[in-house]
């Protein structure tokens, strides 16, 4: 590819829309991709002031996704979009999808990544057939520390692995905010555009995700409890689940969001024989780390000792803090990455660029679906 | 009773013993209690050199503690113990306790009560046939902050309840210490002298009795999972379990021994309606308190705006630091109190002394005995 | 002004530099800033690095400040660039700012705002009699939390303001490490570059800035003491002072570069008559807010009770941090508001758009004059 | 001496006092030390009171110190007391202990040592003629960390020290809560019973003594402004210096209680070559170790790798929080040791049994003397 700005056109992402917003900002950060086009609502005039606001050509503001992919297909190579970013709600994943990998666009996706089990899967398989590259943004591991945190466990530090234990409380739907036309709760508590999972599938995800990135271990047998907390929700609003990871480690995972008066607190801790470690997104600078015999040690982002993926994935020196769009940030990095090294007809190896891509949103539909059986049976374990 | 000190006699506590020393230094710090008699071991030399150590009488120094308990009865009113504290491992609880309160003494005994579940029960009927005072030393609900979060749940701070999430990760028997000769390791991981229950009767009764009494719920089914993760231990070193309370509150409880690094880190979080709150053993003397809608609150022990019974436990001024030590004193204190105001023939309310009297210490063994039967089952809940 | 994005010209930011990037990514994150030219090195073939590496057209890629202005002023309106951002070492500050601003081009600079507080009177009349806008980017004002400080202390929570306190502990010049050739360290610790000030320049300026921004106070006197720490430095790493304040405010100011293990560790606490508050810059979504006679309180970016100010300085829902590059973001967007607010020939009212003025940046350099002739006076106060 | 507990008689600590139960159950604790009589106040009627309340004999309750003094002294060795503990305000400093040490009583006293610098020399010299023991109960110096801070300091862990930043913010003075007839504050803010200094003497002797015990330097020269911040406070409610240390170590002490909010915050930082280091009294089994090139260490009570200094002033396991009091029950242990190993005629080393001496408090005075007369001076340094 010419040494240039790779060319991003969004789906979704309107005036109502948050995680659009965030994915234009971590796109635009390092300077190394340009939005150049948009179907940013079903509803086109919503979509051309989006437009407008972000100061796009109206030219290049389309009144849907199909025409923005066919219209884009159209333009010259130096010219029209090289990937979209999807961040509309989950029902709306699988198709736009599916139309721009087979139109050649690059996808990178906002998770979950579809709305059910079966969408991921033929997802998967259309991907592989493209050879094109799509991410799902589980941004929670783009932090550094996260990083440094799997690094920490890979080399060995804290010996063989035992225990796992991850928390995500929120309390933003601790009241029925949905009711009162919160666009954010409305669609993500109705199970037609939010899939079968509620908090299980919009925050659940992102713990398993983060705890299987940072171990190494996939989580195989989960024995969980989802309960809808406010009276008349269709979905699960809160949930906790003993686990049971490859290796014989166990573990726990709660999720919920009525958590009253937790913002977004996203915490992972990980024992071994030899130590353990603390790593919370809420103050995501900071890593600890304990052993047997020391003392605990408080890794932070910046600093010189720390492995080279925590190094790459960040930007300012040590005491500068970096936060939750730098981390967003540095999964389009790794992204870009990847769609810059891109050659039709030559099979790139993803793993090597460490972003969240197709098989973790499989796992991530996977866990859903597992959770949800698991809840409804009598049974202790249900298997993933 | 006359105005005086109130004497002790202690069974257990010798030389190699870890809480007894923590009891004694407990019942001294308030000038309300004196040590004035002992059998600190089964071993009677043991039991001497530690009377010397302490600086008592050597006559007052018994063998046994059924030698002790003979001889103290025959001593005058005003010279004789006024109760026992039992520091022994758990299969040397039931025994001096009943032989103390069918002496006419009153006992205050370490957790978990008794062996097992049937020696509580028995040991219930034994108290209220004698209308003496025991108390059972589940000390981390003697810090003030404790007793505050307490009172605002019961006050209706938070509104209705909806979650509370209990912990407590310990490390040190993240190696098989025991096999080196560590005697506190020793019989906590021996059956016949901890019971049914190790990780979970050592440390999860004291998570389990916090969660109750902070909440004022009653757990009233598990889906626990006990693990030995040091191959060849007899009983659980770790554990963790989703919980049913009362009134459709759910949560979880983590209690395990080998999280590598982990001191004593106790941690409860409850959330209702209106709030939440968060207490950690580790910094006791602050609670945290989150709202739906106001900034977060630190409260914060010797403050002004707490509740009577968190100033009633408090010795010095806010920012003085009190500790575990000042927690377990409150135990002793509250017992105290019941122990002043006793008069034979005259039924006491316990509920009045703020102090785990022996109906707790039987749910308690009813929760150890609950979690075992669960681990072991295919089923997902089993009734406390 | 025409609905598009402004444009940025750099001057400096090349290779080896640091802040460059910083300005960079803070002006590109909202997508209002597009960089279209730079000087980036008065090295030309590490100027035309910098512009490939950054995918800038070559021939906007120019070889020195000068030739940049004069070749962007001959373009058409629809295309030459809006403003300049100056990210050199201080001793190049003055020339490129006065060169900029009498060709009718607006200018964003690093702090301290010139080489000397002559060259800044100077400036200031120059920005004065241009009309254009001017900011300083002391950074760390850019901050919600920060703006929520100043909110509350103006809006009387604390009532009549008494004391504050600022720190700036740094580590990195713990070692002689401009002897090794770190470029940062060389020119800060050199005067002909970095001017009459090391520390107190480099970082003790943000201190003092923080200070009266967030108290609304300016600091009248000041009794100093400058260190060199390390032998051979010719400007201070270390810094201590007594401040007097208007209204008989009273407080310290600690900025030093030697506080080995320190990163960036800039500190606010003020108090007042009714309660006090602190500011942490390595945790800078938290506020904490203490009372006379209420429970600390914790507020916390991105929350609804917070100030407007605050609140048009945050991208993100609460529990998602915002960092150093947001807050530098916020400077780069309150400056870009005034950009597009200017008209040839009316007076723009500058403290309308928070961000720091020529009028602030001289002060700055008035404080480092102040305490150096303070650190060299026998007498105790010297007047600033 | 025979094994036996010691025997204390107190001075002061009535019913309105709060140092006097400090003091009290820091005796009682490690059951050392036994409360054996007092002369609790200078209104006979309320030392009998406090007698009563205390358990003690009417007998051994006296209506004035030199009555206790003298009729002690008539007592059998088996019986009468060993030392007293002098818990009285400033003005009581000197004269009970001057009688009781002339009596061969050993002495214990709360800080500051006396109402003047005149009067601790004359103490002084008492002491060393009687060669009985003197502590002083500078407490925080008693807290595990503290020791292990001294000792990383002593054994070059943060290489040649640099500076120290020590600091102690009090609230309870932010008002005129003395015109309410608060007890501890009236006498406090009268230099006829508080002596020259107000919070400098209260409190900045503390921080100042902290800051030569931890890092085993001694201030030699000060640059202090000392502020009456409620207006018609007669002493200094507010203090800031500047601090130069032997080796040309420099620092800076804050001591203030009209930083409304703050509880107890007493905080050191040291800086070295190598490393710097923190503690706070608020969370004191913590102490925060930082490096030059690897990741800070949180040292915590009661761990292995600690020193014995240390270990020796813990009681329980770590994670189990040690508090104030058990810190001041450190300092009579350290006390106790000494009074033991007394004898007649034969000098003892002070220095080894780690306890803040006459010396020390005689140093303390000083300070308080310098720091007064530097706030009046013009000049910026005053020697100590």
Redesign the interface.
Known sequence: MK???LRMGMIGGGPDA?IG??H??AA????EID?VCGAFSSNPTKSAEAG?A??LNSDRVYESYSTMIREEKKLPEGERMDFVAIVTPNHVHFDPAREALENGFHVIIDKPLTLSLGEAKKLKSIVEKSGLVLAVTHAYVGYPMVKEAKHLIKSGK??KI??V?V?Y????L??PVEKSGQKQAGWRTDPKRSGAGGAIGDIGTHAAHLAEYVSGLNIIEV?A?L?A?IKGRLLDD?S???LRFENEV???L?A?Q????????LKI?V??????LEWR?????TLV????????????T????LCDQAKLNT????????????AFANIYLAFSRAVRDYKPGKKLNMSKYDFPDVDEGVRGMAFVEGVVKSSK?????VKI
Chains 1, 2, 3, 4 share one sequence.
């Open positions: 040494k240039r700005k948050f917003a965030v234009r900002k635009a950060l390092d300077g939005l407008k972000l100061y804290l010996g035992r225990k234990f928390e409380p929120q309390g933003w601790a009241t024995c409890e309960n907390v809160d906790a689940m003993l166990t573990g726990t709660i919920t009525v958590a009253a008066g937790e913002e977004n607190n801790r024992y071994g024989e030899k130590g353990g997104q809420e103050e995501p600078n780390v304990r052993s047997l015999d020391g003392p605990t040690q408080i890794y932070r910046g600093l010189p000792y930007r300012v020196p040590s005491g500068h803090p970096e936060g939750y769009l730098e049976s009598k049974q202790k374990w």
